[in-house]
C-alpha cells in the first residue's frame, strides 16, 4: 500500500515537472539607455521573452513582419513567446539605431 502511494506521488511530481518544463523559461530584456540588455538573447522554442522598459521614453522591440511590440511606455513590458525556431533581429521603431537578435533554438 505504501509502495503504491510512493510510486502514485512520484508520477504526479514527474507530470508537474514535465509540464513546467513544457511551459518554457522566461527570459527578461532590459530597455535602459537607449539599449537592449542583453542585446543577443539565445532561448529555445517555447520560452517566453518579455521586454521591460525601464527608460524614460516609450519604445518597440520590432522584427519586421515577426513580431510588434507597439509602443512599450516607461515601466511597461511586453511578452512573446517564442514558438519558431531561427534568428529574429529586432529593433525599436521609435529610435532607430537600437539593435537586438533573439536566437531560438
Known sequence: ???ARFALA???LAL?????LAAGAPHEV???GLKFAP?????HRGDTVTWKNTD???H?????GKFDSGRIAPGQSYSRTMNQAGEFD???TVHPDMHGKVIVQ
Open 10 to 12: 512520484a508520477a504526479a
Open 60 to 64: 518597440t522591440a520590432t522584427a519586421q
Open 39 to 43: 542585446a543577443q538573447l539565445m532561448v
Open 56 to 58: 524614460v521614453v516609450p
Open 90 to 92: 529586432y529593433i525599436c
Open 16 to 20: 508537474a515537472a514535465a509540464a513546467v
Open 30 to 32: 532590459t530597455i535602459a
Open 1 to 3: 500500500m505504501i509502495a
